[in-house]
């Protein structure tokens, strides 16, 4: 969450939300993100080390790789199973209309470089609709996307739709607050949905640390999850 608009060579963190905005970090400066997450939902736990490589050709497109670095995961008391998570590939284009608005769009595909105990063993495809706007010093992220799951149950529908919507507003000249709806829904199978809340600090320009809690809101829901981590830039390229 951030301004439309990076300025200088400030970092635009895409953390720590659900949703992203449709605007690129500054053309050249590959940016990195990386944290933990640890989520917890009746007798399961998954702990994971997620990150984000983010790199901007120009001010419409960029490119983006994602995944886990570490994942340590048990389900319903079983074994404890611990790897590399999926490794996620996005192409994106921003559209700016004015200095206050702005779309964009995401495409993404999923490799399952995870082991099958913790990721789904298929390759998923992604299409992700953005619109971002400031309106006064409140900046919104909406999203709105649908994916293609390798994996699904017989008699399950297998694109899931998913939709965010995030909220961000300074409260001082270093510190934000973040608050965000999101869910996801697919045929013949229960909604999801939770809320976060979450307060980024930022020292300098160039280096952002963010923590915060999310719950869920409906039975299929993860309990709860907490998470933090930080986005810096690792190098110049041009």
Known sequence: MAPLYAQDDA??????????????????????ET??????????????LPYTFKLAFNEQWGVLIEGESFVSSRE???????????????????????DAT???????????????????????????????????????????NATRLGAYDAGTGRTQIGWASAFSTPISDKWQAISELSG??????????????????????????????ARGLTSASQDWSLFGGVTLPLAKLW
């Open 35 to 48: 944290g933990f997450l640890s989520a917890k939902s009746s007798d399961s736990r998954r702990d994971s």
């Open 76 to 98: 319903d008391g079983g074994p404890r199973q611990r790897g590399f998570g999926d490794t996620t590939f996005v192409l994106k284009r921003a559209f700016i209309i004015d």
């Open 184 to 213: 996801t829904h697919r045929e013949n199978t229960l909604n999801t949905a939770q809320l976060l809340v979450a307060a980024s600090y930022s020292p300098t320009k160039r280096l952002v640390f963010d923590f915060g809690v």
């Open 102 to 144: 702005a779309f964009g769009m995401e495409l993404g595909a999923k490799a399952p470089t995870a082991r099958d105990t913790i990721g789904s063993g298929k390759s998923d495809y992604s299409i992700n609709g953005i619109f971002s706007r400031d309106m006064g010093p409140v900046h919104m992220d909406a999203n709105l």
């Open 11 to 32: 970092v635009l963190p895409y953390r720590p939300s659900v949703s992203t905005p449709a605007q690129l970090p500054t053309p050249g400066q590959l940016e990195f």
